[in-house]
């Protein structure tokens, strides 16, 4: 499966561009970290989509080590789809319209 076509959600893009905004009026090296981070983080589910923790719909959820995210994402046959970039604090579960 590695290597599947990588997909994200218009909310999840707005999602993260939030997020950077946010960093970015606090620190320009933040906001370059979170980037980082979450590139890192569709890498790594780009290769084994099947590694983290499973939910409903057959979603799974990769969270980021340094910032309070979630990647929500579902893994298909040729394409995983970025549901949300969640912040962990806030409104569980408001992506599921997604789905």
Not at 33 to 45: G, T, Y
Not at 54 to 59: A, E, F, K, Q
């Amino acid at each position: 499966m590695a290597g599947e076509r990588l997909e994200i959600h218009p909310e999840a893009l707005e999602e993260i561009k939030s997020a950077v905004r946010w960093y970015r009026e606090r620190s320009e090296s933040a906001a370059v970290r979170f980037v980082e981070e979450f590139d890192e983080a569709v890498a790594l589910i780009a290769q084994s989509p099947n590694r983290w923790p499973g939910g409903r719909n057959g979603t799974r959820k990769l969270v980021l080590r340094r910032f309070p995210f979630a990647v929500i994402y579902r893994p298909g046959t040729a394409t995983i789809q970025v549901l949300a970039v969640a912040h962990g604090h806030r409104r569980p579960g408001y992506w599921k319209d997604r789905l």
